[in-house]
């Protein structure tokens, strides 16, 4: 019989414990996104990029063919992070490049966590190549979309199948929180999830409003 212990599980994610990547949230990978609602698909990647801000997740932002094709990153990711490089490639697999993989060897971080355009091209490529390589993989299903729903599903079930671990960008940011009495970060979440958390923030925003300072997560 097991012993239970007030202790997180091993593979919940922790601030310090992984690398976030995020590939390609670009203008012209969204025109043909079909997978996600290109709303939606900005909002949770502005989720994401406010999550790794407020607990200083280790990030690396990635584009292919910037200035010649595919045109810049998202604001809302690129506004989280002031002054950070962004790594242009040519390769589909940002795994391939040599300026990634120095910068993920930088990081000396055995857990990435991944997010872009196209889950079936530039997220299988680098979660396939880390997992091989003995990384332990995430993937935020919801900041990923595909040009449609049989691309997305399967690229992810592809993933999940050579063991990488599915997760979503709200999660993403609640798992980093995981006690509403880390005074430090709490406002700042709440206050991310009111402004990118769909009906949790329109929750929170209520009951700050019906029963004011008082109003507290647990």
Known sequence: MPTASATPGAS??????????????????SFATKSIDAIMLRNNAALVSNAARIFGVSTILTT?????????????????????????RTTMNCWEDENVI???????????????????VCIVGPAISALDQGFDVYVIADACGDVSDEAHERAMERMVQAGARPITSLQ???????????????????????????AYGLGIIYAKSI????????
Request: net charge negative; glycine share 10%.
């Open 172 to 198: 993403y940011m609640l798992e980093l929180q995981r006690d509403w009495a880390r005074a430090a970060t709490y406002e700042a979440v709440t206050g991310t999830a009111k402004i990118y958390g769909g």
């Open 12 to 29: 919940l994610l922790a601030p310090s414990d992984h690398l976030l990547i995020m590939i390609d949230h670009q203008s012209q990978m």
């Open 64 to 88: 292919v063919a910037e200035k010649s094709f595919s045109g810049p990153i998202y604001d809302e990711i690129k506004r989280e992070f002031p002054g950070a490089p962004i790594i242009d």
């Open 102 to 120: 120095a910068a993920v060897n930088a990081s000396a971080k055995g857990r990435i966590v991944l997010a872009g355009l196209w889950t079936s």
């Open 211 to 218: 029963l004011g300072a008082d109003a507290h997560e647990g």
